[in-house]
């Protein structure tokens, strides 16, 4: 095709109609082939289904238990669950005014919220390429919303840089950009690239340099009306005769490279927090409420397995059955579906083989915590106008979430004030689930303070979450190193005679819901197939 | 401070709770001079009121006009409004299924959707910083949700290049991201930079490169399970025995910058365009909407002024009455505030001093057009996983808007399929101007399906908008040049004796909603003063 004029005629621009349409036809032949494989999973299961009646027992209501006999029963199996709480939904769940939970050590959560702000202890958000999420979020009817994940006007904070004071995600990202465009452009300049860089994509990354980093006539990056319409303004421009608008001002390279804070913006730099990610509205357990009103009739509550011993002719599971004073009772059936996590199950008796045995007992669970204050009022988006999203911080509290619904509105507020987990290279989570509850909301907001003053003004109530305090989970997620993997993972995942497992713990995307669905419609897939063999 | 330890205790946790507060009551005194001073908006417009009865005249019941008619009505003046059209809300509109419009030339747009999507020919989406928007949304009741503007899964696209095949925004985004990031790591070791760049900063900005551009140990931007966890996988991670994750490949630098999508990118650079984004729900006439219901009944619709006559006494507004016959009628006034566009005003008999006369008459109207598609279905969603957010093309559609809500849903859904202003390089929209509505509809199905071919097969009916062929605006909005603001501008916004203009046309923010309630705000503001001079 040729360069496109300036300004085409009418005549012109129906005439490249015509043009355009033969590139169409190649590339629809190219799609059909392209996005739609990305994911290993499919719409459909596809299980054939027993060849005669089948009982399938499924160890655990969460999520991958309910979702494996929700699709088990579709394809004809009879299918049963225990599940040791008096609950549904696993990790995946949502605290809101009114909630207690006894953690191990014999504390007491509340959570007094008086507003409907939620907060949800485990998942709180949905990648879009989680597709199997949101398949069934699709098919049972939960309806999503975005998730702000990168909000450009939160924050990056470090308590040793720039006295203390917050900075805009946006500057640290533009501003690193205008140098890092600068530095490139001075040394393509210069000539010292000239080895590995075309004399004519030279003049291209140059122009685009130029536009990108917002550079000036000298190929510099400072305070201009430019960098102001990319950056923002000191004074915004306004209407009538208002103020004259002024450009905000760059933060220089060597203070911005010793803040530090260009690393905390890496905190958006994966894939799976590329914008935009999804929640549920209303709260995380909207997806796995959704799964229990498919399958609630076949759950068992308050069911505390023991023991799971298996033959050649099938399953026996032993529990204590609290809705009858602990009484231990049997449940036989063809196959079982294990979903407890590994921390729990390694204290079980389990008949397996010696393999599956000892990587059961290999995976060590990740520590993790979350603490999530209620405020009088959305401070954050009536005096910082940040409207959701996530702001960082060296403090030991990690990250502030702000709520991505009710948008402007009066009344409280809940802001999740205080979260990580054990993957950094920092780890604050041991010495804050060594906190009693109160000290957890003590400490969370005597260092959001730093970043919020309004905390002391505004604070009504907290609650936390700790997940080695969780005496069902014992941990928030299987923590795999690729040498448990090549060790383990493979062994864990086979199926060991009537006995297949199934959970985040079984997947390569450890701690995400998606994990969890994959593992079990894998697990289900094969034990199908050996059905049928 | 020191240096944080790498896993603190609890006692050491608890002991930086003191340790921080100085620093927190250091940033609470400099907050409060910090972020708020930002906009020259304040949340009330400080109107002292008449000194006796005083009455206003308010041409035009859009955005501008309504929120003067607000303020000074709140102040104490007596208002009326008179409004050309039988509608309020002005350039702020949204059309929905049944909804006609004969433009001029004389064809008919015809709107059929069946679904409940939408289109906005107007303004279509809120920058957060556009504070007396949000003011207004918030103490009118109007509920805001998160407009996605940039969605990382969303397409750049050019004829000329890839083979007509769309790339991801990410892809482009992180693959640029990693060869600038090489070639700038290659230019610090070869030495080049050491006079720009000190041995210190050197070593961290090398350090920030690695992690910002994924570069491998021999700082190279290549294909790995890195660069897969950045910018995605061909086969993503899976649960239990599925297939092996498989990293996508970047796209080489010199393919890249000759294929122009770099610069497509640079549309979600600007200030303007910053995440998060948002709209109101169910429509952009949820707004002026809402303004209507505070002042509908000072409004007189049908009522088109020929004259605008004033003298020491006060104004004097000559109109036909289009509810009478097109009666010509006055209406006398103590002070005048008038938003009619400076192309419709420049066609009107207007009282005022030769400089005014020739300011109104200097601003050209900067041309526009939008068409939007109904489909069956969702196939951004569900075939490519667009879950909103914008695509770019160098095709004359420029750019295509998925919806921001009813994600997931079945059924029909609305594109705004092809969008452009006469602002930047390349100018399609006269060309689409001077097509008729069924053509236009055409074209962009013509172009829009080498983007996405699921078109054909899913196109149920269209729908356009050419803002230079509505009667009450003939054009989008003030098209202003450095050297015409230099001419006009403060002379265009000043108090002509009784008469003062208002609209995005006054302001520095044109087009934009902002802009025309900023410039309301300033106007009444300085009537208001000069009333109590």
């Not at 998942?123 to 909000?151: E, M, S, T």
């Not at 490139?184 to 080895?195: I, R």
């Given at each position: ?354 393999e599956m045995?000892?990587a ?128 383990h993972y493979k062994t864990l995942c086979e ?39």
């Amino acid at each position: 095709m040729t360069k496109m004029p300036y300004t085409p005629t009418r005549r012109q621009l129906l005439a490249m109609i015509g043009q355009v349409a033969g590139a169409g036809a190649m590339y629809q032949a190219m799609t059909s082939l392209g996005f739609a494989a990305e994911s290993g999973y499919t719409a459909e299961p596809g299980l054939q289904g027993p060849r005669q009646g089948r009982r399938v027992l499924i160890l655990g209501a969460g999520i991958a238990g309910m979702a494996a006999a929700y699709e088990m029963r579709r394809a004809g199996y009879e299918v049963k669950i225990l599940e040791y709480q008096n609950r549904h939904g696993g990790r995946c769940l949502t605290m809101r005014g009114g909630d207690r939970y006894t953690e191990m050590g014999g504390h007491e959560i509340t959570c007094d919220f008086e507003g409907d702000g939620f907060f949800n202890p485990g998942p709180w958000r949905l990648p879009v390429h989680h597709r199997a999420v949101f398949d069934y979020c699709r098919k049972l009817g939960v309806p999503l919303q975005p998730f702000i994940i990168k909000n450009n006007r939160a924050f990056l904070h470090s308590s040793r840089a720039f006295g203390g004071k917050p900075q805009r995600i946006g500057h640290v990202e533009k501003d690193m950009r205008g140098h890092v465009a600068e530095l490139l452009a001075k040394s393509l300049h210069q000539g010292g690239l000239d080895e590995a860089v075309s004399i004519e994509d030279r003049e291209r990354l140059l122009e685009g340099l130029r536009d990108w980093g917002v550079l000036d006539r000298r190929d510099r990056y400072r305070a201009s009306d430019d960098v102001g319409g990319v950056r923002g303004w000191d004074i915004h421009p306004g209407g009538g005769l208002m103020a004259e608008k002024s450009p905000s001002q760059p933060i220089d390279l060597s203070p911005l490279l010793q803040s530090g804070l260009w690393d905390q913006l890496f905190n958006f730099n994966s894939y799976t927090f590329e914008a935009p990610m999804f929640e549920p509205v209303g709260g995380m357990d909207a997806i796995t409420d959704a799964f229990a009103r498919e399958v609630s009739e076949v759950i068992q509550f308050n069911a505390r397995v023991t023991r799971i011993a298996q033959g050649d002719g099938g399953v026996t599971v032993t529990y204590a059955d609290g809705d009858q004073g602990g009484m231990v009772r049997e449940e036989a059936a063809d196959w079982c579906i294990c979903t407890i996590p590994l921390s729990v199950l390694v204290q079980l008796d389990v008949d397996c083989s010696d393999e599956m045995r000892q990587a059961i007992g290999a995976v060590p669970y990740a520590s993790a915590f979350k603490v999530a204050l209620e405020f009088r009022r959305r401070f954050w988006e009536q005096d910082d106008w940040i409207m959701g999203g996530v702001s960082y911080t060296d403090l030991p509290l990690v990250q502030i979430a702000y709520p991505n619904y009710g948008f402007m509105s009066d009344g409280p507020a809940v802001l999740q004030a205080a979260y990580d987990t054990a993957t950094g290279g920092r780890n604050f989570t041991y010495s804050w689930s060594t906190m009693t509850p109160q000290e957890r909301i003590d400490a969370a907001l005597a260092f959001g303070r730093q970043i919020h003053p309004q905390y002391d003004a505004e604070f009504m109530s907290g609650t936390s979450w700790v997940w080695h305090r969780v005496d069902w989970s014992l941990g928030c997620y299987g923590q795999w190193t690729d040498d448990l993997r090549d060790a383990h993972y493979k062994t864990l995942c086979e199926i060991d005679n009537r006995l297949v497992l199934a959970g985040e713990h079984c997947s390569h995307i450890p701690a995400w819901l998606e994990g969890s669905l994959l593992s079990a419609l894998d697990a289900i897939k094969r034990l199908d197939q050996r059905e049928n063999a």
